[in-house]
Structures are given as C-alpha cells and as structure tokens.
C-alpha cells in the first residue's frame, strides 16, 4: 500500500467523516491506483478510522438538525454519498428523532401562521416546501390550516 494513499485518506478523516464512496471519489480525483485506493480505505476500516454506519449516524443528525425529513436525508446518503440502503435503515431504526417534531418545528420557523386558514396557494406552498424539505405527509399534514395546534413538543 502506498504511505501516500494512507496519509492523503487519514489526512481527509481527520477533520471529518467521509463515507467510503466519498473517500474513493477523492483518491480517484487524486489520481490514485485502484489497489492504493482498496487498501488503503480496507486499511483505514480495519483500525475502524473510517465507518460507513458511523458516518451515516453522523450525516443523518447534521442534516435532521438543519431540518431536514427522512425521505430526503435518506436520498441524500444513497445518491450522493453511496451509502447503501441497508445500513442507512439499520441506522434510521436506531434513531430517536421525532420527525413528526422536526416537522412542526420548521412549520413554526417557515411558516409562522401555518395554523391559520390558508387560501389554495399558499397551501400548496407550504405543502410543497415540506415535501422538498423530505418529511411525510403524515408528520404535518394534521397541523397546516388546522386552526388548532398541541404545543406539547
């Protein structure tokens, strides 16, 4: 293994979480070997340096805190960061966001008068920016234009 490969990919990792996908794009870029690139992120995940579970808890509570909803920060960690799905479930089943929250709380933040009766347009705004932003209908479908909202978050 090329002690440059290990020192570029631990260089990376020392200033943040990179999933594995993430890390072979950059040493491809760098124009690094195939087998410098296989043996130094096997390398790395055998000191347990690099972790696509670990990275995956990481992504999923940075992007849920900048509200974000699941459907989203899902699609993100598959297309973009090549996470595979199985283990972005195995980590969204451990998970204890309360996503129905996250929603009310960006309802709150966007839209402030979200409860009150909406004309057709601004509905469909409000709907559409929470379904771009990733959450389910279900997790705030009940509080837009319901007149009435539980402030028990």
Same mark, same amino acid.
């Given at each position: 293994m090329s002690s440059l490969a290990l020192n570029y990919v631990m260089?990376?990792?020392? !200033?943040?979480?990179?999933?594995?996908?993430?890390?072979?794009?950059?040493?491809?870029?760098? +124009?690094?070997?195939?087998?410098?690139?296989d043996q130094a992120i096997a390398h790395c995940q055998q000191k347990n340096?690099?972790?696509?579970?670990?990275?995956?808890?990481?992504?999923?509570?940075? !992007?849920?805190?900048?509200?974000?909803?699941?459907?989203?920060?899902?699609?993100e960690l598959r297309q973009l960061k090549g996470i595979e799905s199985a283990t972005i479930e195995a980590v969204v089943r451990e998970c204890d966001i309360d996503w129905? +929250?996250? +929603?009310?709380?960006?309802? !709150?933040?966007?839209f402030p008068d979200y409860k009150e009766k909406q004309p057709p347009k601004m509905r469909q705004k409000i709907w559409q920016y929470m379904l771009s932003h990733g959450f389910n209908q279900e997790d705030f479908a009940d509080y837009v234009g319901s007149g009435e909202c539980e402030d028990e978050f």
């Open positions: 260089n990376l990792l020392s !200033r943040r979480e990179y999933s594995e996908f993430e890390l072979r794009c950059k040493m491809q870029e760098k +124009a690094f070997s195939e087998e410098d690139i340096w690099q972790s696509d579970q670990r990275f995956t808890e990481s992504y999923l509570n940075s !992007r849920s805190q900048r509200g974000y909803g699941i459907n989203r920060i899902k699609q129905s +929250a996250l +929603a009310l709380n960006v309802l !709150r933040k966007k």
